[in-house]
């Protein structure tokens, strides 16, 4: 089986959940995984605080040719984890194939909402 373009492990040193605001669309931060493969995707998420351990082995699983939507303001995406709000932290992830991520964050705390995305450090 051949796989497919994309990388194993990805890195995103810049996470900061904000708060969701009251505008319609709610501040959020998520992770976006493409698996253009033919075997499912096999994902392990790592966070990283500057003042407390990791938490570790978040499992993530993409299904074959599809994409995933990691909204870290989802217990239920991330096995029951809770990131804290407006809290700085970094994600590591680790895939058993070739997969591509993204990293998205809509901010809401100005008038003029701000939405970004950005591809992190892979390997």
């Not at 194939?97 to 909402?113: E, F, H, N, S, W």
Request: hydrophobic share 35%.
């Amino acid at each position: 089986m051949e796989l497919k373009n994309g990388k194993r492990i990805w890195y995103f040193p810049d996470g900061e959940l904000p708060p969701p605001g009251e505008e319609l669309l709610k501040g959020h931060e998520s992770i976006i995984i493409l698996n253009d493969n033919e075997k499912s995707a096999n994902i392990v998420m790592t966070l990283f605080f500057t003042d407390k351990d990791p938490i570790e082995d978040i499992k993530i699983t993409v299904q074959p040719r599809r994409v995933k939507c990691i909204r870290m303001d989802n217990p239920d995406d991330l096995g029951g984890v809770i990131v804290q709000r407006e809290t700085q932290y970094a994600i590591k992830l680790v895939g058993d194939i070739p997969v591509v991520i993204q990293y998205g964050r809509l901010d809401t705390r100005q008038a003029k909402m701000a939405f970004y995305t950005t591809m992190g450090l892979s390997f």
